[in-house]
């Protein structure tokens, strides 16, 4: 038997922050289409306000006044205006919402407004100045249907309304508990945690030798990320298992505390 899928993950894998694959699929190359019309529209309305405004707050002045107002309203269509939808929705503009769509980060998350800046600096030329060639041409050659701008800004578009199904992750092997509790804990790269899961959710399916083999693979992986090792004699399926519950139970604590903190602060200011 072949090295399972898993094991030889692509850099194209969409994974969250915390290694958990995600099975949102990209945005076709119509519906982007579809939604950048959409969005076009909402722009040109949006242009045609502020630049109305401007040019009313400037009636009686001097020419170069005037083209001081058309210059800023420029900038509010093409860059302040998308950005800061895009940001606070959380990468949808009118046209994603309509059909559907999210902007994500390369690793699932949610899109910074840095991404949301670069991606509406780059879309002035590949979309406005050039008339969406660059970006229609690249879309179709991406396998994530990513554009100039996706790819200068680390993002990608994927279709929002898909249901998750994702698997409980594996508990934490008893007898491994003590020593997990103690151990010192580094993250691992994206890649490799979305391997060490996609293994053990799969694990009851492999053939005895395959399952040691690339338990013995991702083990070793994890290895230098973990200290001290695990105790002799144990399997390489409870080595992942153990440092995945762990670092989840270590997550969920931290994440409790920040809580409490903030609800404390929130008192305070009461």
């Known amino acids: 038997m072949s090295t399972p899928e898993f094991a030889m993950l ?37 242009g045609f306000c502020v630049l109305f405004l401007l040019l009313v707050a400037s009636t009686g002045a001097d020419d170069a006044l005037q083209h001081v107002a058309l210059v800023c309203s420029l900038i509010v ?11 606070l929705t959380r990468g949808k503009s009118l046209g994603k919402l309509v059909l559907g769509l999210r902007v994500v980060r390369d690793d699932g998350g949610t899109v910074t407004a840095h991404q949301s800046f670069v991606r509406a600096l ?21 396998s994530r249907g990513k554009r100039l701008g996706d790819y200068a800004a680390g993002t990608y578009v994927v279709r929002d309304r898909v249901r998750l199904t994702l698997q409980s992750p594996p508990p934490m092997p008893p007898a491994l508990a003590p020593w997990a509790q103690a151990a010192d804990l580094r993250t691992p790269p994206v890649g490799l945690a979305l391997a060490v899961r996609q293994y053990l ?30 105790p002799p004699g144990t399997q390489p399926w409870d080595f992942l298992a153990a440092v995945g519950a762990a670092r989840r139970d270590r997550d969920l604590a ?17």
Do not use: K, W
């Open 10 to 46: 692509s850099p194209d894998d969409l994974v969250t922050g915390e290694a958990v694959a995600l099975d949102l699929p990209p945005a076709s190359v119509a519906a982007r289409i579809g939604s950048g019309l959409l969005d076009v529209a909402s722009m040109g309305v949006v």
């Open 122 to 142: 780059v879309a002035i030329v590949e979309i406005y100045a050039l008339a969406g060639g660059p970006a229609f041409f690249c879309c179709l050659v991406s």
């Open 201 to 230: 959710t799969r694990l009851p399916t492999l053939d005895p030798a395959s399952r040691q083999r690339v338990g013995e693979l991702l083990a070793n992986r994890m290895t230098p990320y973990v200290a001290p090792p695990p």
């Open 77 to 87: 269509v093409f860059l302040v205006y998308p950005t800061t939808v895009e940001t």
């Open 254 to 270: 931290r994440l409790h505390r920040d809580e409490s903190v903030r609800a404390r602060l929130v008192e305070r200011r009461r």
